[in-house]
T-cell receptor, first 110, second 119 residues
Framework: QKEVEQNSGPLSVPEGAIASLNCTYSDRGSQSFFWYRQYSGKSPELIMFIYSNGDKEDGRFTAQLNKASQYVSLLIRDSQPSDSATYLC??????????FGQGTELSVKP | DAGVIQSPRHEVTEMGQEVTLRCKPISGHNSLFWYRQTMMRGLELLIYFNNNVPIDDSGMPEDRFSAKMPNASFSTLKIQPSEPRDSAVYFCASQPWGTSGRDSYNEQFFGPGTRLTVL
């Protein structure tokens, strides 16, 4: 079992819809969770982090964490074609080490 | 700030050759990370340094890989000898030192990557 798992997609949604990206992790002691966005041919960039159970909102993005279920999700409201990218879920380890999932490719169709 | 700088951006070499990838972290950042990304394995951490000291090299695939950080502004990742399965994009990332709070996080900033092709 991989430490961080994501559906590889591609996930296709129409413009204006809500895109829902999911991630599960195996280490129950994990404390910090991250979502990175990676455009094709570019480097990953951080878009959200979450430490506490529940929801965290930032603009059109909402991260949701359920530690009991070992589940993290990212919702993108009013999806735009510019949101088309691969979204990487990551879990931190002591010292700042990040363990990444395989990534989910999102395609937003105009 | 120029961000994390990596060189070369693209490298094509033949099997058996030595490859050296270079990274300049963001000034003032105390932690430096080397990652490798492939379609099959995704983004994997190879090694990271805190204050120029290697902390965890458990992700280094084998002895052919080595990394150094001689000072706070420079790091290298060397592959000798290179093999076709080493073909990947190699990213360097840097992070400021310090404990993250409940509502803050010391973000890792990634460089543009080096696309390595070993023929």
């Amino acid at each position: 079992q991989k430490e961080v798992e994501q559906n590889s997609g591609p996930l296709s949604v129409p413009e204006g819809a809500i895109a829902s990206l999911n991630c599960t992790y195996s280490d129950r002691g994990s404390q910090s969770f991250f979502w990175y966005r990676q455009y094709s041919g570019k480097s990953p960039e951080l878009i959200m982090f979450i430490y506490s159970n529940g929801d965290k909102e930032d603009g059109r993005f909402t991260a949701q964490l359920n530690k009991a279920s070992q589940y993290v999700s990212l919702l993108i409201r009013d999806s735009q074609p510019s949101d088309s990218a691969t979204y990487l879920c990551a879990v931190s380890r002591p010292g700042g080490k990040l363990i990444f999932g395989q990534g989910t490719e999102l395609s937003v169709k105009p | 700030d120029a961000g994390v700088i990596q060189s070369p951006r693209h490298e094509v070499t033949e099997m058996g050759q030595e490859v050296t990838l270079r990274c300049k972290p963001i000034s003032g950042h105390n932690s430096l990370f080397w990652y490798r990304q492939t379609m099959m394995r995704g983004l994997e951490l190879l090694i990271y340094f805190n204050n120029n000291v290697p902390i965890d090299d458990s992700g280094m695939p084998e002895d052919r890989f080595s990394a150094k950080m001689p000072n706070a502004s420079f790091s290298t990742l060397k592959i000798q000898p290179s093999e076709p399965r080493d073909s990947a994009v190699y990213f360097c990332a840097s992070q400021p030192w310090g404990t993250s709070g409940r509502d803050s996080y010391n973000e890792q900033f990634f460089g543009p990557g080096t696309r390595l092709t070993v023929l």
